[in-house]
């Protein structure tokens, strides 16, 4: 009886009885897309991750639809699956043409399936790296910008922050429609789930979030440090910044190691023109002065002045932009399919070092935004645009040799990525005297973490030693196991690693305030920023 | 029907009942769009409903006023909006009712004259819990139902009503639902259910521990669905381990059948699930007063188990698990069998 209506339940959900519902609104016609993964031919790989493959795939009782499939392992995910759940609720309840939905998803095995619709150029990131490494011409940038304001738009206007928009995470179709995607830190700022660390009170748009969430060179500066909380307009901020990686082929201070760049954006106003200065003086000019505007109103260290979605959509640079066709003819013509792409970033790869960059930058993400369920982004080969890369070591390594000392750098992080060859101008000229203050203290900072993790290190080695000695029996190759524990040491540095960092950005953010209590008894922090 | 055009700027009270007398309206009409005025007045609706949202959780221009609030919440409730709003929900469009479903969520939490009205009103219409929890067998209505239902029970004579009714069944059934949203969202609720309200929990379980727990092994634990038994094992660990709950927690780790279900989910290859029944399986070794059929199942296993735990660790390192593993192991080692 019971299990006969389990039964009957099934078949309703998994689309051979389709609800007909009284209203004909567009967005509960949804087709259903059939839950078993028997239904679904898988056609090629697009994306591998640490804990995730995305396929192409065809829906067979769909008339052979085209789909993405995110294939996700539960098993590496934590065990209340909360962050899980609310972005596969976030999807689902989302509708707009400009952001990327899921079509539907369930379980299969230890695995989550997430069917959404296939958008057969990529992403914008990955379009760059392979056909536009010095960014886009302006009227494309124009019609993108354009889209993904819209479904900014829709989403603050439903109270939600996406907190992770850069070019990784917009898609383009065949048709060059443009989609948002990837929801994994995407929080709502009616849910106050005290986990999220939103205030119970319900408020408006100065609810205010503690949670450091996204990645860091797309991260607005109130996001960073995270204790004063932040609001909508975080997302307006990495709008900006997304505009400038559209401009260039890569966001601003990507140079820098990840953490430098965050305590840059902290310690002193982020301005355009330095930009432009250390990037490419070829290309000052090749921007319009409504672009160069739109980005600086984005990116005003005081998010109150940051104008919203709805506004930015109404700025002049807006209002000749074209539509998708340009985008198919300008950008789509010729281009490798995201298949392609895919596999040649493979090769490209040094096979010795792949497995270990992966592990590194998927690590990282994971410990900065957790586990996400949408967006293909991950694994992209564009290295030097990546900024979960090269990680705190190369910011120790920096400070350590006062600037200059980038091969350092790239010989110690990884042989087969293209290191900037900006760096040396980047940071040793720019800052003033507080900034030497800073560089100094953290020089500190970070020759204690170097000597921590120096010692972590002789440990492990100490153990391994001890392994090879002492162990001989056991079904495993002795390279084998080494690869294991090179593995889990290399995850215990990285942990370490980011601790040192966190605490480094507590002792920044605290001398901040001490300062902006001397040099301003009644303005805040940010007031000492802009100093 | 005129009054419905008055021009702005209008009050809370004005807002209230403007949407419930359009709700009535939608309520009475079977089949909504066949008209223009109909679609006009589902418009209107969607008008309302958002603005209701805006007044309680502010919007841009402005912070929400708590003066405001407590006006809507008092009309809100003083009639049976809520009744409608949750009744006319499936006509409505998608933004509407996730705006619909945050202004029920919001009004859980206003105090008016510092009290919650909301409880009041759901203790004297607490059919409607029905409603909502029947909504997990809509795919369209199942997230929207599902995350009011989650605010209800926020209220602990709600919580008390769906624990005792006959709903809490079928939710052994929705959280094995296909759609893993769907799913996920029902099983999110059922924990809610049985971890929120610490004495009302404890009444329940010890009241129904027989159907209960033999429903939560055959079905939870035993569950050919990999992200059930985990959960399910994860969230019987944290039941068991509250201190509210220790009748229930003795009486569990005396069973023998139930010892069986936990060792067999330390052998799954799964990592996180052998981790969690872990955390269940140390009561029974810890529980001072083993049955002696207990104790003579841990004997028998006592190589296998202490093999077991030799390579059992955690990917980070954890003093309290480690803490835990030494004392099971101290334990097992030193087991005698008792006698019959």
């Known amino acids: ?531 | 029907m005129k009054s419905l055009f008055k021009p702005k700027p209008r009050t809370p009270v004005d807002v209230v009942r403007q949407t419930r007398d359009l709700l009535i309206y939608t309520d009475r009409n079977p089949d909504t769009k066949e008209t223009k005025r109909e679609e006009k007045q589902m418009l209107e609706l969607s008008k309302n409903v958002r603005e209701l949202k805006s007044i309680l959780y502010g919007n841009s221009e402005s912070e929400p006023v708590a003066e405001a609030c407590a006006q809507l919440t008092q009309e809100f409730f003083r009639d049976n909006t809520l009744r409608l709003l949750i009744k006319c929900l499936p006509k409505l469009n998608l933004e509407t009712r996730k705006d619909a479903t945050q202004v029920v969520a919001n009004l859980q939490r206003q105090q008016v004259q510092s009290r919650l009205i909301a409880s009041d009103y759901l203790e004297a219409n607490i059919d409607l819990m029905d409603t909502l929890v029947a909504g997990y067998e809509n795919t369209e209505m199942a997230l929207h139902y599902g995350a009011m239902l989650r605010e209800c029970i926020r209220h602990q004579s709600v919580a008390k009503y769906v624990l005792e009714s006959q709903h809490m069944k079928k939710f052994f059934d929705y959280i094995q639902l296909p759609n893993f949203d769907i799913a996920a969202d029902a099983a999110a609720t059922f924990k809610e259910l049985l971890t929120r309200h610490k004495s009302t929990v404890a009444e329940f379980l010890s009241k129904n521990y027989d159907w209960f727990f033999a429903e939560y092994n055959s079905k939870l634990l035993e569950s050919t669905n990999y992200i059930t038994r985990r959960q399910a094992v994860k969230l019987l660990g944290d039941i068991l381990l509250d201190r509210s709950n220790s009748a229930v927690m003795t009486r569990y780790v005396s069973s023998r059948e139930n010892l069986r279900i936990l060792m067999n989910l330390l052998r799954e290859s799964s990592k996180s699930i052998q981790l969690e029944a872990f955390h269940v399986f140390k009561l029974f070794v810890a529980n001072q007063n083993k049955p002696a059929d207990i104790v003579g199942i841990l004997v028998t296993n006592r190589s296998k188990l202490l093999r077991l735990f030799a390579d059992f660790k955690t990917d980070k390192e954890d003093e309290q698990f480690e803490a835990d593993k030494a004392h099971v192991v101290r334990e097992i080692a030193a087991l005698e069998p008792k006698g019959p």
């Not at chain 1, 902290?266 to 921007?287: A, L, M, Q």
């Not at chain 1, 507590?506 to 209590?517: C, G, P, V």
């Open chain 1, 1 to 531: 009886m019971k299990l006969s209506r389990l039964n009957s339940l099934r078949r309703v959900q998994s689309g051979d009885l389709i609800m007909k519902l009284p209203d004909d609104h567009d967005d509960s016609r949804r087709p259903q897309f059939p839950l078993d993964s028997t239904s679904y031919k898988i056609i090629d790989e697009i994306g591998v991750g640490v804990s995730a493959v995305v396929y192409k795939a065809i829906c067979i009782p769909m008339n052979s639809a085209v789909v993405a499939i995110k294939a996700i392992d539960l098993d590496r995910s934590r065990a209340d699956f909360d962050d899980i759940r609310r972005e596969a609720k976030i999807l689902s309840l989302l509708s707009h043409p400009n952001i990327l939905n899921s079509h539907c998803s369930f379980t299969v095995d230890r695995r989550l399936w997430v069917v959404m619709p296939f958008m057969s150029a990529g992403s914008l990131q990955s379009i760059i790296t392979s056909s536009f490494p010095d960014g886009l011409p302006e009227p494309c940038i124009a019609i993108v910008l354009r889209e993904i304001l819209h479904a900014l738009s829709y989403l603050h206007d439903q109270g939600h922050l996406h907190r992770d928009i850069k070019a990784g995470n917009i898609l383009i179709d065949s048709n060059g429609s443009i989609k948002l995607a990837d929801f994994g830190v995407s929080t709502s700022i009616f849910e106050s789930n005290s986990k999220q660390g939103v205030s119970i009170s319900p408020l408006s748009t100065s609810i205010m979030l503690k949670e450091v969430a996204g990645t860091p060179y797309w991260m607005a500066p109130e996001v960073i440090h995270s204790h004063n909380g932040y609001s909508l307009k975080a997302d307006i901020w990495s709008f900006g910044i997304t505009a400038l990686e559209l401009a260039h082929g890569r966001p601003p201070l990507s140079h820098l190691p990840p953490s430098k760049s965050l305590l840059l954006k902290i310690t002193r106003r982020f301005r355009f023109s330095d930009y432009e200065n250390h990037h490419n003086s070829k290309n000052k000019n090749k921007f319009s002065k409504g672009f160069k505007e739109l980005v600086a109103s984005c990116l005003d260290p005081e998010p109150s002045r940051r104008p919203c979605a709805e506004k930015l959509l109404k700025h002049p640079f807006f209002k000749n932009s074209k539509g998708p066709d340009l985008l198919v003819k300008t950008i789509l013509q010729g281009l490798p399919s995201v298949e392609e792409r895919f596999k040649l970033g493979k090769l490209q790869r040094l096979p010795s070092m792949k497995t270990e960059e992966e592990e590194e930058e998927e690590l990282e993400k994971e410990i900065i935004k957790q586990r996400r369920i949408s967006g293909w982004n991950f694994n992209e080969d564009g290295l030097e645009l990546d900024p979960v890369f090269p990680g705190e070591e190369c910011s120790i390594m920096e400070e350590k040799g006062s600037g200059n000392s980038s091969e350092c750098c790239s010989g110690l992080s990884d042989l087969s990525s293209p290191v900037g060859n900006e760096r040396g101008g980047g940071s040793g000229g720019g800052g003033g005297e507080e900034e030497e203050v800073v560089d100094r203290e953290s020089i500190v900072g970070g020759l204690m973490a170097l000597k921590r993790s120096l010692d972590e290190q002789r440990r492990a080695v100490g153990s391994l030693i001890e392994l090879m000695e002492g162990e001989k029996v056991g079904e495993m190759s002795r390279e084998e196991q080494m690869g294991r524990l090179m593995e889990k040491v290399t995850r215990e540095l990285e942990n370490e690693r980011r601790r040192n960092f966190e605490l480094e950005m507590e002792l920044e953010f605290l001398r901040l305030q001490i300062s902006a209590f001397h040099n301003n008894n009644d303005g805040g922090a940010s007031t000492a920023i802009n100093n």
